[in-house]
């Protein structure tokens, strides 16, 4: 491709709204263009990178013999109430009116979809194992759309479904998948760890996601160097090093009530206090089972759902809507306490080891400080129910474990029959009995992975490119477009590249060398070739390697072995 004859639009600034490197790079290197809140416009550079991710992801998706399908994006509301996500989706489900008033989800996933058509068309065990997938456009109006094409409202996801007859071959379903989910990451060139995870709306009982190592994550994850377990904070089991608590030696003081005007959160209540954070108990009400239950745990500490859940024997838990909160406490949510509440408490063990803590006082706009458990209010249990902290140790050989941030770019899900039982799609087994069949679901976002990988590959001057996802792989950079001597050297360099199908950019766009260079290093292509004087004096052709700097000169008639010598790197 000659650049002067296409649309290369590079930015010497990034828009403000641009908080990360890849939303930057994306916006400057000219891959992509903001058209409304997460909503993008790909322009040529961009959309080549997607076509490499696409291109990845449907070849090891054919390998594990899954075929693919494109379904609809439009899905009628009928289809959703029947598994019960019109109404739990929520205002992330984008909804929209044909013309006889007929309600249609824009598709944020297609587990109903799929499950519609597999009910109409699979009838037998025969016809299982089936792992059907797609790579299409996705919609979910995102309460915070936010660093670019990382968390957009329109994006392009590979979802696979899995459809079995009994769980053991789910099971082989699944390592298939996750191992497919390998491939693809390490073809793309991404560092990234595989840890348990939660199901979250989705469902179902098993899971795990890909997370890529960048500060930039929005997901923390713990992982053991040791024996490799590796899990979502918010999930991940642990082993304590032992409670540090404040021991019996420190002096319980007299309760107070305090006037906290306005002020609901741990930042604002410690702000308006002058405590840290570690001082406070934050006195959750969740309804577990349906039931209102008090659950108090630090101020810095984070509630592990799944434990709780798993301690309780609980089928669901959640956060109990402020309706509720007003009626057990009497107060709105902010200010609920443990004292004088008529409801169950559970405590975490690290705040039944504190002394004079500061919690809601069950009225509006009172804090009480100087709580003692036992002398002020009686925990039905303690339970060890904080999410994970640094200093805690891996559960399976007790080293210390390391966190760190991550994107998450694919799932894996063991659904189960969440799909199957509620859409009734069901399949005769080998003595003729109907049965629901047993699913599993594998997404990836492919402008997740791009994003993820300017995260993990860039410098200073721009996006360095694995050459695997690469938009182009050479860039032929032509000094002075005046010299005609240079100009039919690159002519001769870029046709020789086109013959032997190295994907080649010719820069012989009418601009300064040094806006011609930034540019080449901003859009990452890993390999340039500079044509200048020096090449025509010593006929000599240099490239560059965009990664490492380091530059080779060879002789022209060497060229595309050495070129491809080293996008073989
Ligand atoms: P998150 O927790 O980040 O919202 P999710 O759990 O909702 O992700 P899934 O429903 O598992 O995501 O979707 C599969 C994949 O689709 C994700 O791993 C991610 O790569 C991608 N994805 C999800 N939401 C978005 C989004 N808003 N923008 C871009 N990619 C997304
Ligand atoms: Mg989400």
């Known amino acids: 491709m000659r650049m002067s004859k296409g649309l290369f639009p590079t930015l010497k600034e990034a828009p403000k709204e641009a908080k990360i490197v890849s939303h930057k790079l994306m916006i400057r ?105 797609q790579i299409q456009t996705k919609f979910r109006d995102e309460i915070r759309p936010r660093f670019g094409m990382m968390r957009a409202r329109e994006f392009h996801m590979k979802d696979a479904y899995s459809f079995d007859k009994d769980e053991k071959d789910l099971g082989k379903n699944y390592k298939r998948m996750y191992e497919a989910y390998q491939n693809i990451f390490d073809r793309c060139g991404l560092r990234y760890k595989a840890v348990e995870a939660d199901t979250g709306p989705i469902g179902g009982d098993i899971s795990h996601e890909f997370m890529v190592l960048a500060k930039t994550g929005e997901d923390r994850i713990v992982y053991c160097r040791k024996c490799g377990y590796a899990a979502n904070v918010n999930r991940a089991e642990y082993v304590k090093p032992g409670v540090k608590g404040q021991g019996s030696r420190v002096k319980e003081k007299g309760l107070k009530k305090v006037k906290t005007p306005g002020m609901k959160t741990v930042e604002e209540v410690t702000g308006f206090l002058k405590c840290k954070p570690k001082e406070l108990v934050k006195t959750l009400i969740y309804k577990v089972d349906g039931i209102p239950v008090a659950i108090l745990i630090r101020g810095d500490h984070g509630v592990n759902e799944r434990r709780l859940e798993k301690l309780l024997k609980a089928k669901e838990i959640s956060l109990a809507d402020e ?36 919690s809601g006082a069950n009225k509006k706009d009172y804090h009480l400080i100087n709580i003692n458990i036992d002398r002020d209010f009686k925990a039905d249990k303690v339970l060890d129910i904080r999410s994970v902290i640094p200093g805690d140790r891996c559960p399976k050989c007790k080293t210390k474990l390391t966190f760190s941030r991550g994107i998450e770019v694919g799932h894996v ?157």
């Open 29 to 133: 290197a000219g891959l992509m263009r903001k058209l409304a809140s997460g909503i993008y416009t790909y322009l040529p550079l961009g959309y080549r990178v997607i076509r490499k991710i696409e291109n990845i992801i449907r070849e090891e998706m054919n390998k594990t013999g899954a075929q693919e399908v494109l379904l609809s994006a439009l899905s009628p509301q009928e289809l959703w109430e029947e598994s019960g996500r019109w109404e739990v989706y929520g205002p992330e489900l984008m909804r929209i009116k044909d013309r006889h008033n007929r309600l249609f989800g824009l598709g944020p996933t297609h587990e109903e979809v799929i499950t519609d058509l597999v009910r109409r068309e699979v009838k037998s065990y025969k016809q299982l194992p089936l792992t059907l997938y």
């Open 323 to 358: 309706k509720t909160i007003e009626k057990v406490t009497g107060a709105p949510l902010g200010y609920s306490g443990p004292v004088r509440l008529k409801i169950k408490i559970i405590a975490d063990s690290d705040v039944a080891a504190m002394k004079n803590m500061i």
């Open 413 to 569: 899900f063991k659904l189960g029959t969440k799909y199957s039982q509620a859409l009734k799609a069901t399949f005769s087994d080998e003595k003729g009995k109907e049965r629901p069949l047993i699913m599993g679901c594998y997404g990836i976002g492919l402008d997740r992975i791009m994003a993820a990988s300017i995260e993990q590959n860039h410098d200073g001057n721009g996006i360095i490119w694995p050459s695997s996802i690469a938009p182009y792989q050479v860039l032929i950079l032509v000094v002075n477009n005046q010299d005609k001597k240079q100009v039919k050297l690159a002519e001769e360099v870029y046709k020789s590249l086109e013959k032997e199908e190295i994907e080649v950019l010719l820069d012989d766009r009418d601009l300064r060398a040094g806006a011609k260079f930034k540019d080449a290093d901003l859009m990452g292509i890993p390999l340039r070739i500079t044509i200048g004087n020096k090449t025509i004096k010593e006929n000599r052709i240099e490239i560059k390697i965009r990664k490492t700097n380091k530059i080779h000169e060879i002789n022209k008639k060497d060229l595309i072995s050495k070129i491809r010598s080293l996008l073989e790197m």
